[in-house]
Protein backbone atom coordinates (compact mmCIF):
# COMPACT_ATOMS: atom_id res chain seq x y z
CA UNK A 1 0.00 0.00 0.00
CA UNK A 2 2.66 2.56 0.89
CA UNK A 3 4.62 1.28 -2.19
CA UNK A 4 1.50 3.28 -4.14
CA UNK A 5 0.94 5.91 -1.84
CA UNK A 6 1.63 9.65 -3.63
CA UNK A 7 1.01 11.29 -0.31
CA UNK A 8 2.12 9.09 2.69
CA UNK A 9 1.82 10.28 6.28
CA UNK A 10 3.94 7.77 8.68
CA UNK A 11 3.97 7.48 12.29
CA UNK A 12 3.25 11.06 12.92
CA UNK A 13 2.84 12.68 15.99
CA UNK A 14 1.45 15.92 16.18
CA UNK A 15 1.25 18.02 18.97
CA UNK A 16 0.75 22.33 20.58
CA UNK A 17 3.36 22.53 23.37
CA UNK A 18 3.05 19.31 25.27
CA UNK A 19 -0.93 18.94 23.70
CA UNK A 20 -0.66 15.95 21.56
CA UNK A 21 -3.24 16.55 19.38
CA UNK A 22 -2.73 14.03 16.59
CA UNK A 23 -0.66 10.40 17.70
CA UNK A 24 1.23 8.05 15.91
CA UNK A 25 -0.65 8.67 12.35
CA UNK A 26 -0.01 6.08 9.60
CA UNK A 27 -2.14 7.54 6.12
CA UNK A 28 -1.02 6.58 2.21
CA UNK A 29 -3.22 8.78 0.09
CA UNK A 30 -2.86 7.79 -3.80
CA UNK A 31 -2.18 10.14 -6.69
CA UNK A 32 -5.84 11.35 -7.80
CA UNK A 33 -7.42 10.48 -5.02
CA UNK A 34 -10.15 12.69 -3.19
CA UNK A 35 -9.65 11.96 0.38
CA UNK A 36 -12.07 13.26 3.31
CA UNK A 37 -10.92 13.83 6.70
CA UNK A 38 -14.22 13.17 8.63
CA UNK A 39 -14.39 13.69 12.33
CA UNK A 40 -15.80 16.30 15.46
CA UNK A 41 -13.80 19.38 16.09
CA UNK A 42 -10.54 18.36 18.19
CA UNK A 43 -10.22 14.99 16.39
CA UNK A 44 -6.86 16.31 14.89
CA UNK A 45 -8.10 16.69 11.18
CA UNK A 46 -7.24 20.09 10.77
CA UNK A 47 -3.86 19.47 12.58
CA UNK A 48 -2.94 16.45 10.24
CA UNK A 49 -3.96 18.82 7.41
CA UNK A 50 -1.68 22.00 8.96
CA UNK A 51 1.26 19.23 8.94
CA UNK A 52 0.69 18.52 5.10
CA UNK A 53 1.11 22.56 4.53
CA UNK A 54 3.98 22.27 6.77
CA UNK A 55 2.52 25.24 8.60
CA UNK A 56 2.76 22.82 11.20
CA UNK A 57 5.78 20.64 12.15
CA UNK A 58 5.50 17.86 13.33
CA UNK A 59 6.92 16.34 16.63
CA UNK A 60 7.92 13.14 14.83
CA UNK A 61 7.14 10.96 12.20
CA UNK A 62 7.53 11.76 8.63
CA UNK A 63 5.37 13.02 5.22
CA UNK A 64 6.67 11.86 1.87
CA UNK A 65 4.87 13.33 -1.44
CA UNK A 66 5.67 12.11 -5.06
CA UNK A 67 8.33 9.62 -3.31
CA UNK A 68 10.20 12.82 -1.37
CA UNK A 69 10.62 13.25 2.09
CA UNK A 70 9.11 16.78 2.84
CA UNK A 71 9.01 16.16 6.67
CA UNK A 72 11.53 18.96 6.85
CA UNK A 73 10.67 20.99 3.61
CA UNK A 74 9.30 24.62 4.24
CA UNK A 75 5.50 25.16 4.14
CA UNK A 76 6.43 27.68 0.90
CA UNK A 77 8.64 24.93 -0.89
CA UNK A 78 5.84 22.11 -1.01
CA UNK A 79 3.61 23.06 -3.57
CA UNK A 80 0.89 21.89 -1.48
CA UNK A 81 -1.80 24.01 -1.90
CA UNK A 82 -4.80 24.91 0.40
CA UNK A 83 -7.88 26.72 0.17
CA UNK A 84 -8.57 27.42 3.54
CA UNK A 85 -11.99 27.71 5.11
CA UNK A 86 -12.22 31.36 5.51
CA UNK A 87 -11.32 32.14 2.01
CA UNK A 88 -7.97 34.39 3.38
CA UNK A 89 -7.97 36.64 0.02
CA UNK A 90 -5.85 39.40 0.22
CA UNK A 91 -8.04 41.91 0.59
CA UNK A 92 -5.89 44.93 -1.05
CA UNK A 93 -5.54 43.43 -4.31
CA UNK A 94 -8.11 42.60 -7.30
CA UNK A 95 -9.71 38.89 -7.80
CA UNK A 96 -6.88 38.80 -11.06
CA UNK A 97 -3.65 40.05 -8.74
CA UNK A 98 -4.76 37.47 -6.18
CA UNK A 99 -4.79 34.73 -8.30
CA UNK A 100 -1.20 36.19 -10.08
CA UNK A 101 0.32 35.95 -6.99
CA UNK A 102 2.13 32.96 -6.67
CA UNK A 103 2.88 32.92 -10.19
CA UNK A 104 4.45 36.04 -9.95
CA UNK A 105 6.64 35.25 -7.57
CA UNK A 106 7.38 32.34 -9.75
CA UNK A 107 8.60 35.31 -11.90
CA UNK A 108 7.00 33.36 -15.14
CA UNK A 109 6.47 35.66 -18.18
CA UNK A 110 3.56 38.15 -17.59
CA UNK A 111 1.77 37.04 -21.23
CA UNK A 112 2.36 33.31 -19.49
CA UNK A 113 0.64 34.65 -16.02
CA UNK A 114 -2.43 36.61 -17.78
CA UNK A 115 -2.98 32.98 -19.63
CA UNK A 116 -3.13 31.06 -16.81
CA UNK A 117 -4.89 32.99 -14.43
CA UNK A 118 -7.59 33.55 -17.04
CA UNK A 119 -7.72 29.86 -17.55
CA UNK A 120 -7.91 29.43 -13.61
CA UNK A 121 -10.86 31.87 -13.26
CA UNK A 122 -12.83 30.60 -16.20
CA UNK A 123 -12.12 26.89 -14.99
CA UNK A 124 -14.37 28.32 -11.66
CA UNK A 125 -16.54 30.14 -13.88
CA UNK A 126 -15.42 33.86 -12.29
CA UNK A 127 -13.83 34.97 -15.75
CA UNK A 128 -15.86 38.28 -16.15
CA UNK A 129 -14.86 39.31 -12.09
CA UNK A 130 -11.41 39.73 -12.57
CA UNK A 131 -10.73 43.47 -11.56
CA UNK A 132 -13.23 43.67 -9.01
CA UNK A 133 -12.10 43.45 -5.32
CA UNK A 134 -12.46 40.26 -3.14
CA UNK A 135 -14.72 42.31 -0.66
CA UNK A 136 -16.54 43.10 -3.63
CA UNK A 137 -17.53 39.67 -4.19
CA UNK A 138 -20.13 36.65 -2.73
CA UNK A 139 -19.16 34.17 -0.58
CA UNK A 140 -19.37 31.29 -2.77
CA UNK A 141 -17.40 33.67 -5.14
CA UNK A 142 -14.60 34.22 -3.01
CA UNK A 143 -14.38 30.76 -2.19
CA UNK A 144 -14.08 30.12 -6.08
CA UNK A 145 -11.37 33.01 -6.49
CA UNK A 146 -9.48 30.99 -3.71
CA UNK A 147 -9.70 27.44 -4.89
CA UNK A 148 -8.55 29.42 -8.83
CA UNK A 149 -5.70 30.81 -6.76
CA UNK A 150 -4.45 26.88 -5.41
CA UNK A 151 -4.96 25.77 -8.59
CA UNK A 152 -3.41 27.92 -10.60
CA UNK A 153 0.03 26.78 -8.89
CA UNK A 154 -0.66 22.72 -10.21
CA UNK A 155 -0.02 21.87 -6.58
CA UNK A 156 0.56 18.13 -5.90
CA UNK A 157 -1.70 18.22 -3.56
CA UNK A 158 -4.91 20.50 -2.80
CA UNK A 159 -6.20 20.31 0.51
CA UNK A 160 -9.40 22.41 1.58
CA UNK A 161 -10.76 23.38 5.13
CA UNK A 162 -13.91 23.10 5.33
CA UNK A 163 -14.98 23.48 1.53
CA UNK A 164 -18.83 23.92 1.84
CA UNK A 165 -19.62 24.61 5.93
CA UNK A 166 -19.67 28.61 4.59
CA UNK A 167 -22.28 28.22 2.12
CA UNK A 168 -26.07 27.78 2.03
CA UNK A 169 -28.06 24.62 0.82
CA UNK A 170 -28.05 25.46 -2.86
CA UNK A 171 -24.53 27.00 -2.84
CA UNK A 172 -23.44 23.59 -1.56
CA UNK A 173 -24.70 21.42 -3.79
CA UNK A 174 -23.22 23.54 -6.42
CA UNK A 175 -19.85 23.96 -5.10
CA UNK A 176 -19.86 20.12 -4.33
CA UNK A 177 -20.43 19.71 -8.23
CA UNK A 178 -18.07 21.71 -9.13
CA UNK A 179 -15.21 20.28 -6.73
CA UNK A 180 -15.84 17.19 -8.13
CA UNK A 181 -15.78 18.21 -12.11
CA UNK A 182 -12.57 20.50 -10.99
CA UNK A 183 -10.79 17.30 -9.49
CA UNK A 184 -11.98 14.95 -11.95
CA UNK A 185 -9.97 17.35 -14.82
CA UNK A 186 -7.26 18.85 -13.38
CA UNK A 187 -6.71 15.18 -11.85
CA UNK A 188 -5.06 16.50 -8.40
CA UNK A 189 -5.06 14.99 -5.48
CA UNK A 190 -7.59 16.33 -2.97
CA UNK A 191 -7.65 16.09 0.85
CA UNK A 192 -10.53 17.88 2.42
CA UNK A 193 -11.62 18.68 5.71
CA UNK A 194 -15.07 18.35 6.72
CA UNK A 195 -17.13 17.87 10.12
CA UNK A 196 -20.62 16.85 8.05
CA UNK A 197 -20.78 13.00 7.00
CA UNK A 198 -23.06 13.71 4.20
CA UNK A 199 -20.22 15.98 2.89
CA UNK A 200 -17.88 13.38 2.79
CA UNK A 201 -20.18 10.58 1.62
CA UNK A 202 -20.99 12.27 -1.32
CA UNK A 203 -17.61 13.75 -2.27
CA UNK A 204 -15.05 11.94 -1.29
CA UNK A 205 -13.03 8.39 -2.98
CA UNK A 206 -12.49 7.30 0.62
CA UNK A 207 -13.04 8.82 4.10
CA UNK A 208 -10.43 9.01 6.91
CA UNK A 209 -12.55 8.74 10.38
CA UNK A 210 -10.84 10.59 13.38
CA UNK A 211 -11.42 10.65 16.67
CA UNK A 212 -9.21 11.92 19.11
CA UNK A 213 -6.15 12.00 17.54
CA UNK A 214 -6.39 8.32 15.80
CA UNK A 215 -7.83 7.21 12.81
CA UNK A 216 -10.68 5.31 13.66
CA UNK A 217 -11.85 3.78 10.35
CA UNK A 218 -10.20 4.48 6.62
CA UNK A 219 -12.26 3.13 3.89
CA UNK A 220 -14.99 3.79 0.64
CA UNK A 221 -18.01 6.23 1.50
CA UNK A 222 -19.89 2.49 1.17
CA UNK A 223 -17.66 1.11 4.02
CA UNK A 224 -17.83 3.54 6.02
CA UNK A 225 -21.28 3.84 5.85
CA UNK A 226 -22.26 0.23 5.56
CA UNK A 227 -19.49 -1.43 7.63
CA UNK A 228 -18.36 1.11 10.27
CA UNK A 229 -16.05 -0.96 12.55
CA UNK A 230 -15.83 0.72 15.66
CA UNK A 231 -19.18 2.00 17.99
CA UNK A 232 -18.11 5.45 17.21
CA UNK A 233 -18.34 5.56 13.58
CA UNK A 234 -20.96 3.76 13.93
CA UNK A 235 -22.96 6.06 16.12
CA UNK A 236 -21.01 8.82 13.68
CA UNK A 237 -23.14 7.55 10.51
CA UNK A 238 -26.37 6.99 12.16
CA UNK A 239 -26.49 3.28 13.70
CA UNK A 240 -28.09 4.57 16.90
CA UNK A 241 -28.85 0.78 18.34
CA UNK A 242 -25.66 -0.36 19.53
CA UNK A 243 -25.07 -3.17 22.14
CA UNK A 244 -21.75 -4.62 23.28
CA UNK A 245 -21.15 -8.65 22.53
CA UNK A 246 -19.21 -10.51 24.75
CA UNK A 247 -18.36 -14.39 23.97
CA UNK A 248 -21.01 -14.43 21.01
CA UNK A 249 -23.65 -13.05 23.27
CA UNK A 250 -25.60 -9.55 23.46
CA UNK A 251 -25.29 -7.85 26.66
CA UNK A 252 -28.17 -6.41 27.32
CA UNK A 253 -29.84 -4.70 30.53
CA UNK A 254 -31.38 -8.21 31.42
CA UNK A 255 -28.59 -10.04 30.75
CA UNK A 256 -26.44 -11.92 27.56
CA UNK A 257 -28.98 -12.76 24.81
CA UNK A 258 -28.39 -15.63 22.36
CA UNK A 259 -27.24 -15.20 18.91
CA UNK A 260 -28.59 -17.33 16.18
CA UNK A 261 -25.20 -16.64 13.72
CA UNK A 262 -21.67 -17.28 14.84
CA UNK A 263 -19.24 -14.19 15.51
CA UNK A 264 -15.29 -13.98 14.96
CA UNK A 265 -13.75 -14.00 18.09
CA UNK A 266 -12.76 -9.72 18.13
CA UNK A 267 -16.70 -8.97 17.77
CA UNK A 268 -16.83 -6.65 20.67
CA UNK A 269 -20.39 -5.39 19.50
CA UNK A 270 -23.28 -5.11 17.25
CA UNK A 271 -25.25 -2.30 15.77
CA UNK A 272 -28.33 -1.56 13.59
CA UNK A 273 -29.87 1.69 12.00
CA UNK A 274 -33.59 2.05 13.01
CA UNK A 275 -34.68 1.12 9.83
CA UNK A 276 -32.80 -2.48 9.72
CA UNK A 277 -35.06 -3.18 13.30
CA UNK A 278 -38.14 -5.73 12.03
CA UNK A 279 -41.61 -4.27 13.90
CA UNK A 280 -44.39 -6.32 14.33
CA UNK A 281 -42.12 -10.11 14.51
CA UNK A 282 -39.46 -11.70 15.99
CA UNK A 283 -38.08 -12.80 19.35
CA UNK A 284 -38.18 -9.75 21.34
CA UNK A 285 -41.04 -7.52 22.67
CA UNK A 286 -41.19 -4.72 23.72
CA UNK A 287 -43.45 -1.41 24.18
CA UNK A 288 -43.89 1.53 21.89
CA UNK A 289 -43.28 5.02 24.08
CA UNK A 290 -43.44 7.26 21.31
CA UNK A 291 -44.27 7.33 17.54
CA UNK A 292 -43.35 10.58 15.19
CA UNK A 293 -44.36 11.03 11.47
CA UNK A 294 -40.95 11.85 9.49
CA UNK A 295 -42.63 12.29 6.42
CA UNK A 296 -42.17 8.68 4.02
CA UNK A 297 -41.48 6.88 7.24
CA UNK A 298 -42.33 6.73 11.38
CA UNK A 299 -39.90 6.94 13.96
CA UNK A 300 -40.38 4.81 17.13
CA UNK A 301 -38.94 5.13 20.41
CA UNK A 302 -39.50 0.62 21.73
CA UNK A 303 -39.18 0.51 25.64
CA UNK A 304 -37.55 -3.24 25.46
CA UNK A 305 -35.87 -5.72 27.73
CA UNK A 306 -32.62 -4.92 25.61
CA UNK A 307 -32.96 -1.18 26.69
CA UNK A 308 -34.50 1.26 24.52
CA UNK A 309 -34.52 0.66 20.85
CA UNK A 310 -35.02 3.16 17.98
CA UNK A 311 -36.81 1.64 14.94
CA UNK A 312 -38.84 3.21 11.40
CA UNK A 313 -40.98 1.88 9.45
CA UNK A 314 -42.76 2.85 6.12
CA UNK A 315 -45.01 5.62 6.56
CA UNK A 316 -48.00 3.65 4.51
CA UNK A 317 -47.36 0.49 6.94
CA UNK A 318 -50.18 0.92 9.80
CA UNK A 319 -49.18 2.74 12.52
CA UNK A 320 -48.39 1.15 16.23
CA UNK A 321 -49.94 3.12 18.62
CA UNK A 322 -48.00 4.43 21.92
CA UNK A 323 -48.55 2.02 24.87
CA UNK A 324 -49.01 -0.58 22.82
CA UNK A 325 -46.66 -4.06 23.06
CA UNK A 326 -44.97 -5.57 19.70
CA UNK A 327 -42.87 -8.17 18.77
CA UNK A 328 -39.72 -6.95 17.16
CA UNK A 329 -36.16 -8.37 15.55
CA UNK A 330 -32.81 -7.40 15.51
CA UNK A 331 -31.69 -9.26 12.02
CA UNK A 332 -28.16 -10.65 13.30
CA UNK A 333 -27.16 -10.95 9.51
CA UNK A 334 -27.99 -7.00 8.68
CA UNK A 335 -26.12 -5.69 11.64
CA UNK A 336 -22.78 -3.46 11.50
CA UNK A 337 -20.16 -6.23 13.08
CA UNK A 338 -17.81 -3.51 15.61
CA UNK A 339 -14.11 -4.68 16.38
CA UNK A 340 -14.16 -1.71 18.81
CA UNK A 341 -16.49 -0.34 21.43
CA UNK B 1 -36.72 70.40 33.37
CA UNK B 2 -34.12 71.59 35.93
CA UNK B 3 -31.51 68.28 35.19
CA UNK B 4 -32.03 69.34 31.18
CA UNK B 5 -30.98 73.10 31.94
CA UNK B 6 -27.80 71.54 33.74
CA UNK B 7 -26.97 69.71 31.40
CA UNK B 8 -26.66 72.31 29.19
CA UNK B 9 -24.88 74.65 31.56
CA UNK B 10 -22.50 71.82 32.12
CA UNK B 11 -21.81 71.16 28.34
CA UNK B 12 -21.28 74.99 28.15
CA UNK B 13 -18.76 75.36 30.59
CA UNK B 14 -16.77 72.32 28.84
CA UNK B 15 -16.98 74.15 25.48
CA UNK B 16 -16.14 77.50 27.26
CA UNK B 17 -12.93 75.69 29.27
CA UNK B 18 -11.75 73.96 25.68
CA UNK B 19 -12.80 76.33 22.91
CA UNK B 20 -12.06 79.36 24.88
CA UNK B 21 -8.51 79.84 25.42
CA UNK B 22 -8.30 79.15 21.59
CA UNK B 23 -10.62 82.08 20.97
CA UNK B 24 -8.71 84.02 23.11
CA UNK B 25 -5.15 83.58 21.63
CA UNK B 26 -6.41 83.94 17.85
CA UNK B 27 -8.24 87.82 19.55
CA UNK B 28 -4.79 88.65 20.84
CA UNK B 29 -3.49 87.13 17.52
CA UNK B 30 -4.73 89.74 15.70
CA UNK B 31 -4.05 92.35 17.99
CA UNK B 32 -2.86 95.89 17.07
CA UNK B 33 -1.24 97.15 20.39
CA UNK B 34 2.48 96.31 21.61
CA UNK B 35 2.06 93.46 24.54
CA UNK B 36 -0.20 90.46 24.71
CA UNK B 37 -3.77 91.30 25.73
CA UNK B 38 -7.22 90.18 25.86
CA UNK B 39 -9.41 92.16 24.74
CA UNK B 40 -7.13 93.17 22.33
CA UNK B 41 -5.88 96.67 21.24
CA UNK B 42 -7.43 97.10 17.85
CA UNK B 43 -7.50 94.55 14.69
CA UNK B 44 -3.95 94.07 12.73
CA UNK B 45 -1.70 91.03 10.97
CA UNK B 46 1.36 92.44 12.19
CA UNK B 47 1.79 90.28 14.66
CA UNK B 48 1.05 87.18 12.44
CA UNK B 49 3.96 88.81 9.74
CA UNK B 50 6.62 89.12 12.98
CA UNK B 51 6.49 85.58 13.33
CA UNK B 52 8.49 85.00 10.03
CA UNK B 53 10.69 87.60 10.92
CA UNK B 54 12.16 86.32 14.10
CA UNK B 55 15.37 83.79 13.90
CA UNK B 56 14.60 81.99 16.30
CA UNK B 57 12.06 80.83 15.98
CA UNK B 58 13.09 79.92 12.03
CA UNK B 59 15.66 77.93 13.74
CA UNK B 60 13.61 75.78 16.31
CA UNK B 61 10.45 75.21 14.01
CA UNK B 62 12.96 73.45 12.10
CA UNK B 63 14.20 71.76 15.05
CA UNK B 64 10.75 70.57 15.74
CA UNK B 65 9.64 69.95 12.12
CA UNK B 66 13.09 67.43 12.26
CA UNK B 67 12.40 65.35 15.30
CA UNK B 68 8.69 65.30 14.27
CA UNK B 69 9.48 64.14 11.26
CA UNK B 70 12.56 61.96 11.92
CA UNK B 71 11.72 60.84 15.37
CA UNK B 72 8.37 59.49 13.97
CA UNK B 73 10.02 57.17 11.40
CA UNK B 74 12.29 56.55 13.66
CA UNK B 75 9.58 55.22 16.04
CA UNK B 76 8.02 53.42 13.49
CA UNK B 77 10.74 51.17 12.38
CA UNK B 78 11.36 50.17 15.68
CA UNK B 79 7.81 50.32 16.67
CA UNK B 80 5.97 48.04 13.80
CA UNK B 81 8.02 44.96 14.42
CA UNK B 82 7.03 45.09 17.90
CA UNK B 83 3.78 45.19 17.04
CA UNK B 84 3.48 42.43 14.56
CA UNK B 85 5.56 40.65 17.24
CA UNK B 86 3.31 41.45 20.20
CA UNK B 87 -0.05 40.54 17.50
CA UNK B 88 1.56 37.18 15.88
CA UNK B 89 3.11 35.24 18.36
CA UNK B 90 2.87 34.51 21.72
CA UNK B 91 6.16 35.93 22.84
CA UNK B 92 7.93 35.18 26.18
CA UNK B 93 8.11 38.08 28.05
CA UNK B 94 5.23 39.48 25.89
CA UNK B 95 3.43 41.24 29.01
CA UNK B 96 6.41 42.69 29.90
CA UNK B 97 7.94 43.92 26.50
CA UNK B 98 4.45 45.77 26.29
CA UNK B 99 4.45 47.38 29.91
CA UNK B 100 8.19 48.55 28.98
CA UNK B 101 7.19 49.87 25.65
CA UNK B 102 4.12 51.51 27.28
CA UNK B 103 6.11 53.36 30.26
CA UNK B 104 6.73 56.66 28.32
CA UNK B 105 2.62 56.90 28.44
CA UNK B 106 2.36 56.92 31.96
CA UNK B 107 5.70 57.83 33.25
CA UNK B 108 5.49 62.31 33.58
CA UNK B 109 7.47 63.41 31.04
CA UNK B 110 9.44 65.79 33.73
CA UNK B 111 10.89 62.49 34.96
CA UNK B 112 11.64 61.03 31.63
CA UNK B 113 13.71 64.41 30.77
CA UNK B 114 14.98 64.73 33.75
CA UNK B 115 16.20 60.80 33.63
CA UNK B 116 17.43 61.33 30.48
CA UNK B 117 19.43 64.56 31.13
CA UNK B 118 21.34 62.95 34.11
CA UNK B 119 21.87 59.60 33.11
CA UNK B 120 22.40 60.15 28.79
CA UNK B 121 23.54 63.79 28.63
CA UNK B 122 25.55 64.01 31.35
CA UNK B 123 27.92 61.22 31.54
CA UNK B 124 27.94 60.19 27.96
CA UNK B 125 28.30 63.73 27.24
CA UNK B 126 25.26 63.49 24.09
CA UNK B 127 24.67 66.34 21.91
CA UNK B 128 21.80 68.23 22.79
CA UNK B 129 20.10 67.60 19.09
CA UNK B 130 20.96 63.35 19.66
CA UNK B 131 19.40 63.60 23.05
CA UNK B 132 16.00 65.26 21.93
CA UNK B 133 16.07 63.02 18.86
CA UNK B 134 16.56 59.41 21.10
CA UNK B 135 13.89 61.52 23.60
CA UNK B 136 11.29 62.18 21.29
CA UNK B 137 11.51 58.97 19.44
CA UNK B 138 10.90 56.71 23.07
CA UNK B 139 7.91 59.30 23.70
CA UNK B 140 6.31 58.08 20.33
CA UNK B 141 7.08 54.88 20.60
CA UNK B 142 4.21 53.90 22.42
CA UNK B 143 1.72 55.64 20.42
CA UNK B 144 3.37 53.77 17.39
CA UNK B 145 3.29 50.44 18.65
CA UNK B 146 -0.51 50.50 19.73
CA UNK B 147 -2.01 52.15 16.85
CA UNK B 148 -0.04 49.67 14.41
CA UNK B 149 -1.39 46.90 16.80
CA UNK B 150 -4.80 48.09 16.35
CA UNK B 151 -4.69 47.68 12.81
CA UNK B 152 -2.36 44.43 12.81
CA UNK B 153 -5.21 42.87 15.21
CA UNK B 154 -7.70 43.51 12.32
CA UNK B 155 -5.82 41.95 10.03
CA UNK B 156 -6.51 37.99 9.66
CA UNK B 157 -3.29 36.30 10.12
CA UNK B 158 -4.25 33.31 7.85
CA UNK B 159 -3.61 35.71 4.61
CA UNK B 160 -0.02 35.28 5.40
CA UNK B 161 -0.24 31.42 5.43
CA UNK B 162 -1.75 31.51 1.95
CA UNK B 163 0.85 33.75 0.87
CA UNK B 164 3.32 31.54 2.37
CA UNK B 165 1.54 27.99 0.52
CA UNK B 166 1.89 30.25 -2.59
CA UNK B 167 5.29 30.40 -2.49
CA UNK B 168 6.37 33.59 -0.57
CA UNK B 169 8.74 33.92 2.24
CA UNK B 170 7.98 35.36 5.44
CA UNK B 171 10.25 38.60 4.75
CA UNK B 172 8.45 39.17 1.46
CA UNK B 173 5.04 38.17 2.95
CA UNK B 174 5.29 41.06 5.50
CA UNK B 175 5.96 43.62 3.02
CA UNK B 176 3.83 42.77 -0.07
CA UNK B 177 0.83 41.48 1.89
CA UNK B 178 0.74 42.66 5.66
CA UNK B 179 2.18 46.45 4.69
CA UNK B 180 -0.24 47.12 2.59
CA UNK B 181 -2.97 46.27 4.35
CA UNK B 182 -1.78 48.23 7.71
CA UNK B 183 -0.72 51.21 5.74
CA UNK B 184 -3.80 53.46 6.86
CA UNK B 185 -2.68 52.39 10.72
CA UNK B 186 0.83 53.19 9.94
CA UNK B 187 -0.21 56.90 8.50
CA UNK B 188 -2.40 57.68 11.83
CA UNK B 189 0.35 56.57 13.69
CA UNK B 190 2.47 58.71 12.08
CA UNK B 191 0.21 62.14 12.47
CA UNK B 192 -0.39 60.90 15.85
CA UNK B 193 3.89 60.60 16.74
CA UNK B 194 3.64 63.87 14.99
CA UNK B 195 1.69 65.75 16.52
CA UNK B 196 2.28 64.47 20.10
CA UNK B 197 6.35 65.36 19.32
CA UNK B 198 5.54 68.63 18.07
CA UNK B 199 3.92 69.78 20.85
CA UNK B 200 6.55 67.69 23.60
CA UNK B 201 7.06 70.38 26.37
CA UNK B 202 8.80 68.79 29.36
CA UNK B 203 10.84 66.49 27.72
CA UNK B 204 12.37 68.96 26.18
CA UNK B 205 12.78 71.68 28.66
CA UNK B 206 14.58 69.41 30.18
CA UNK B 207 17.23 68.76 27.16
CA UNK B 208 17.16 71.36 25.28
CA UNK B 209 20.54 73.28 25.67
CA UNK B 210 21.91 76.79 24.26
CA UNK B 211 20.66 77.42 20.91
CA UNK B 212 19.17 74.24 20.22
CA UNK B 213 15.31 74.66 21.28
CA UNK B 214 12.23 73.07 20.24
CA UNK B 215 9.57 75.70 18.71
CA UNK B 216 7.39 75.57 22.31
CA UNK B 217 10.55 75.90 24.46
CA UNK B 218 11.54 78.44 22.50
CA UNK B 219 7.91 80.18 22.65
CA UNK B 220 8.12 80.23 26.67
CA UNK B 221 11.97 81.68 26.42
CA UNK B 222 10.95 84.20 23.73
CA UNK B 223 8.20 85.52 25.95
CA UNK B 224 10.03 85.40 29.17
CA UNK B 225 12.45 88.31 27.48
CA UNK B 226 9.75 90.01 24.73
CA UNK B 227 6.40 90.20 25.74
CA UNK B 228 4.66 90.92 22.09
CA UNK B 229 1.23 89.13 20.86
CA UNK B 230 4.11 87.28 18.30
CA UNK B 231 3.84 84.74 20.90
CA UNK B 232 0.09 84.09 20.46
CA UNK B 233 0.07 84.56 16.40
CA UNK B 234 2.38 81.68 15.92
CA UNK B 235 0.17 79.70 18.55
CA UNK B 236 -2.78 80.68 16.63
CA UNK B 237 -1.03 79.58 13.68
CA UNK B 238 0.34 76.23 15.21
CA UNK B 239 -3.14 75.25 16.36
CA UNK B 240 -4.38 75.64 12.65
CA UNK B 241 -1.46 73.52 11.60
CA UNK B 242 -2.58 70.53 13.90
CA UNK B 243 -6.29 71.29 13.08
CA UNK B 244 -5.53 70.92 9.18
CA UNK B 245 -3.68 68.17 10.19
CA UNK B 246 -6.14 66.36 12.37
CA UNK B 247 -9.01 66.73 9.83
CA UNK B 248 -7.68 66.17 6.55
CA UNK B 249 -6.58 62.72 8.46
CA UNK B 250 -10.32 61.98 9.86
CA UNK B 251 -11.79 62.82 6.45
CA UNK B 252 -9.29 60.29 4.55
CA UNK B 253 -8.08 57.71 7.48
CA UNK B 254 -11.22 57.57 9.52
CA UNK B 255 -8.24 58.58 11.92
CA UNK B 256 -10.51 58.67 15.23
CA UNK B 257 -10.94 54.62 14.56
CA UNK B 258 -7.27 54.06 15.47
CA UNK B 259 -6.79 56.66 18.41
Known sequence: MSDAAYLNLSDLTLAYGKTIAVERLDLPIRKGELIALLGPSGCGKTTTMRAITGLLKPASGTITLDGKDITRLPANKREVGLVFQSYALFPHLSVFENVAFGLRLKKLPSAQIVKKVEDGLAMVGLGQFQSRKPAELSGGQQQRVALARSLVMQPKVLLLDEPLSNLDARLRLEMRTELQRVQRESGVTMVFVTHDQNEALALADRIVVMKDGRIEQLGTPEEVYNSPVSRFVADFVGFENIFPVKDGQLQTQNGPTELSIPLSAQTTGLAWRPSMVRLGEGRFEGEVLGVAFAGGTREYLLKTPLGPIKAEMDATAPAFAPGSRLAFDLPTERAAVLDRM | ?259
Open chain 2, 1 to 259: MTSRLYSYLTLALVFLFLIGPFVIIVAAALSGGETLAFPPQGLSLKWIAKVFEVESFRESFALSMFLAIFGTLAALVLGVPVAYAASRYRLPFGETIRTIVSAPIIVPGIIVGLALLRYLVIPLDVSVGLALFIAHTALILPYAVRVVSASLDNLRSDIEEAAVLLGSSRVATFFRIVLPNIQSGILAAFILGFVTSFNQVPVSLFLSGPGVRTLPIDMIWYMEITYDPSVAALAALLAFLSISIVFLAERFLGFSRYV
